[in-house]
């Protein structure tokens, strides 16, 4: 791991911002995310969905996009967009640690393995991850959107389902 000083990375960061290529892909970054919060808003008007982006450290940038059977259950659904991964991911978390800690191990207990259930939820901030859309095309925007719709609405009635039953 290169140990750079906070003043050699800034010097760095200063420098690829001149560039303007970071700038221009952050904003088509945002851009982009914020359409495809739109565009399931109006699909989806039953939906919770967060009225701003959360938009991190540039580490993760998402949004809440929850049905109501899981509001109602104290959880929620994010669309994430993970930088170190450079990936779209959809995570189920709660509203609180202690509906997280309770569902996390109602998932555990149940040896329910369809999706990636995170190790511990000490720090965490899901339960469940799914990767929707690995190396994404930003080439085709509408295409990127159906495959993080499709991958989203299949999470989520696979986690209804299983709640269901408990």
């Not at 996390?104 to 207990?109: I, V």
Request: with cysteine.
């Amino acid at each position: 791991m290169n140990m750079a000083s906070f003043q050699d990375s800034m010097q760095v960061f200063r420098k690829q911002l001149q560039e303007g290529t970071i700038q221009q892909a952050y904003r088509g970054l945002m851009e982009y995310i914020l359409n495809l919060k739109t565009y399931l808003k109006k699909k989806y008007p039953d939906y919770f969905i967060s009225s701003s982006l959360y938009v991190g450290y540039m580490d993760m940038t998402y949004f809440s996009f929850t049905p109501p059977a899981l509001k109602e259950r104290n959880l929620k659904v994010a669309i994430v967009f993970n930088y170190d991964a450079f990936r779209f991911e959809v995570w189920l978390g709660g509203y609180n640690k202690q509906v997280q800690e309770a569902c996390w191990k109602l998932f555990k207990e149940n040896g329910w393995h369809k999706y990636h259930l995170v190790p511990t939820t000490e720090g965490m901030d899901s339960i469940l991850e799914y990767t929707l859309v690995d190396d994404p095309d930003f080439d085709d925007l509408e295409a990127l959107t159906k495959q993080i719709e499709m991958g989203t609405m299949r999470f989520i009635a696979d986690i209804e389902d299983f709640l269901s039953t408990q």
